[in-house]
């Protein structure tokens, strides 16, 4: 028999969490805190460690917000989707409870991005009120920043490799023996695309990365 779940307290608590309590009458339950939970958290600590993941992260919750509760907004934006010939997707929001949500988030951003561009425009360009217009304008520059648009599209690539992971093992079957190796397999792919080894042996950035 075997218990697994995320890593709440109430659950995998040492004493009086589910699993211990399940345990008491079954000294040979398999306990396991659930994978795809290790991995939104693992992911998440890498993502804090980089700081300029908040500032990306600032920018994408500017942009929920520039739509949040406005149909006209969302409906400009639909418009310049039609007229680009872009599918029509909404700006998402990043729900810290919900794994690899941030996935979602930036996608999104960045196959709508001349999209938005061009809605922002439009819409600062009706705005009478001084200090939304600014606001609206500083939003635009800062989303034509080169560095943040690559910073972008490389987490676009970098979590589309982990949110595929995730989606492997939240299959309805899992082979304890395929997660090494799934695992392994996605780190290989991401250090083929951007890195590479130098005379010594170490990694290094690829090329195109750098």
């Given at each position: 028999?075997?218990?697994?779940?995320?890593?709440?307290?109430?659950?995998?608590?040492?004493?009086?969490?589910?699993?211990?309590?399940?345990?008491?009458?079954?000294?040979?339950?398999?306990?396991?805190?659930?994978?795809?939970?290790?991995?939104?958290?693992?992911?998440?600590?890498?993502?804090?460690?980089?700081?300029?993941?908040?500032?990306?992260?600032?920018?994408i919750k500017r942009c929920y917000k520039f739509f949040s509760k406005s149909s006209k907004r969302i409906d400009i934006l639909r418009?310049?989707?039609?007229?680009?010939?872009?599918?029509?997707?909404?700006?998402?929001?990043?729900?810290?409870?919900?794994?690899?949500?941030?996935?979602?988030?930036?996608?999104?951003?960045?196959?709508?991005?001349?999209?938005?561009?061009?809605?922002?425009?439009?819409?600062?360009?009706?705005?009478?009120?001084?200090?939304?217009?600014?606001?609206?304008?500083?939003?635009?520059?800062?989303?034509?920043?080169?560095?943040?648009?690559?910073?972008?599209?490389?987490?676009?690539?970098?979590?589309?490799?982990?949110?595929?992971?995730?989606?492997?093992?939240?299959?309805?079957?899992?082979?304890?023996?395929?997660?090494?190796?799934?695992?392994?397999?996605?780190?290989?792919?991401?250090?083929?695309?951007?890195?590479?080894?130098?005379?010594?042996?170490?990694?290094?950035?690829?090329?195109?990365?750098?």
């Amino acid at each position: 028999m075997s218990f697994a779940s995320d890593g709440a307290n109430i659950m995998m608590g040492e004493n009086n969490g589910i699993a211990a309590r399940i345990a008491k009458n079954n000294p040979y339950l398999f306990i396991t805190h659930y994978i795809v939970h290790r991995l939104s958290l693992a992911s998440e600590n890498a993502y804090r460690q980089v700081d300029f993941c908040k500032k990306a992260e600032q920018i994408i919750k500017r942009c929920y917000k520039f739509f949040s509760k406005s149909s006209k907004r969302i409906d400009i934006l639909r418009g310049y989707q039609e007229f680009l010939n872009k599918p029509e997707i909404k700006i998402r929001k990043i729900f810290d409870i919900r794994w690899l949500s941030c996935f979602e988030a930036v996608k999104n951003l960045c196959i709508t991005l001349k999209p938005l561009l061009d809605t922002l425009v439009s819409t600062a360009m009706e705005v009478t009120n001084a200090q939304k217009r600014d606001s609206i304008i500083a939003l635009y520059e800062e989303l034509c920043n080169w560095k943040l648009l690559a910073f972008f599209h490389f987490l676009y690539d970098i979590l589309g490799y982990i949110a595929k992971l995730s989606k492997i093992f939240q299959e309805r079957y899992v082979q304890f023996s395929d997660i090494d190796t799934t695992i392994n397999a996605t780190i290989q792919r991401i250090q083929y695309e951007y890195l590479e080894q130098n005379d010594e042996g170490n990694l290094k950035l690829e090329f195109n990365l750098n």
